[in-house]
């Protein structure tokens, strides 16, 4: 089992730039692959970015390629999502997800185990 827990929410004004946080429990973190998704009242969940247990590889939604990073420490048994140049279009509830068996499916919310209970993010314009 693996319990997560995002941190770095916050208002920013647009252009501008946060670091989310997620800090996972448990001594299993680096056999997780890890995912951040968002969601907007009314609206179904979005994928925003992945990254393999390893690290090594990384998967981005097309309308935050470019802008955002996401990123492991496995030895802080923590992910990361950096994401610059905000756009009020930004403005969600942002979860992060820990998975096992989803490589091939990281950009469903369904494939998904475990997750975290959200953190806002508010970009105004």
């Known amino acids: 089992q693996v319990q997560l827990v995002e941190s770095g929410g916050g208002l920013v004004q647009a252009g501008g730039s946060l670091r989310l946080s997620c800090a996972a429990s448990g001594r299993t973190f680096s056999r997780y692959h890890m995912g951040w998704f968002r969601q907007v009242v009314g609206k179904e969940r979005e994928f925003v970015a992945a990254i393999s247990s390893s690290g090594y590889s990384t998967y981005y939604s097309n309308s935050v390629e470019g802008r955002f990073t996401i990123s492991r420490d496995n030895a802080l048994n923590t992910a990361y999502l950096q994401m610059n140049s905000l756009e009020p279009e930004d403005t969600a509830v942002y979860y992060c997800?820990?998975?096992?068996?989803?490589?091939?499916?990281?950009?469903?919310?369904?494939?998904?185990?475990?997750w975290g209970q959200g953190t806002q993010v508010t970009v105004s314009s």
């Open positions: 997800a820990a998975c096992t068996l989803c490589s091939a499916t990281y950009d469903l919310s369904r494939s998904y185990d475990y």
